[in-house]
């Protein structure tokens, strides 16, 4: 079935600094949504694209669903960013759900 | 960010009980999603409306889950019959379903546990 592989499971980042999360997919999808899950358990949107890159503040994403992949980049990371973070997808084809990554557990520390 | 709102906030059921979710979904959008996210961050989807009508479900909700979306009242989610393997949290998502921005937002869930 589709799958979508997210990586890296776990991210420790230093106040300041950043880094890439990455969503491989198996199969084409038309959009992805990221998603950062708060210390009170709940989703908070982040980007959604149905292609290219968008920017907001310090996160910054991309899309290619030809290269079935997409990516969110955090620069100058804050304590507040700490949390999970999780890509889904959109399959081109069929049925009309989101299929969720496993999640990024990112920590940043000080 | 959200505005879908989901109570109650926690359950707690025995075995063999009926557990009831509600959704109100934002206001304008006429697809309703149910997932269920599990302690390893696992989502699975359940089911999804638009409007009143049921577009896709898995086996599971046929089986032993009720759920609607009636206009002028909260869509729900019911468990006829709760299991210990039914704890987790119950995520109600909604969207516009435009071509141009099927983006899903999420309430806050509702965290059942089956003791």
């Known amino acids: 079935g589709d799958q979508v592989e997210q990586s890296p499971s776990a991210l420790s980042l230093h106040e300041g600094t950043g880094s890439a999360l990455r969503c491989n997919f198996t199969?084409?999808?038309?959009?992805v949504q990221w998603f950062r899950k708060n210390s009170r358990g709940s989703l908070i949107n982040l980007f959604y694209?149905?292609?290219g890159t968008k920017e907001n503040g310090r996160l910054k994403s991309a899309f290619d669903s030809k290269e079935r992949y997409s990516t969110l980049h955090i620069r100058d990371a804050q304590l507040e960013d700490s949390g999970t973070y999780f890509c889904a997808a959109v399959a081109s084809s069929g049925s009309w759900q989101l299929i969720f990554g496993s999640g990024t557990q990112l920590t940043v520390m000080p | 960010n959200s505005k879908v709102i989901q109570t109650p906030r926690y359950l707690v059921k025995g075995q063999g009980q009926k557990a009831k979710m509600r959704c109100i979904p934002e206001?304008?959008?006429?697809?309703v999603f149910w997932y269920q996210q599990n302690k390893n961050n696992e989502f699975k989807f359940l089911i999804n409306f638009q409007n009143q009508e049921v577009l896709q479900q898995i086996d599971m909700t046929e089986k032993r889950f009720s759920a609607e979306c009636p206009s002028n009242s909260p869509c729900s989610l019911e468990i006829q019959s709760s299991e210990a393997g039914d704890s987790a949290l119950y995520l109600c998502?909604?969207?516009?379903?435009?071509?141009?921005?099927?983006?899903?937002?999420f309430g806050h869930g509702t965290k059942l546990s089956v003791l």
């Open positions: 199969t084409t999808m038309r959009a």
């Open positions: 998502a909604s969207s516009h379903r435009d071509r141009g921005n099927e983006r899903l937002f």
């Open positions: 694209l149905a292609s």
């Open positions: 206001k304008g959008h006429p697809v």
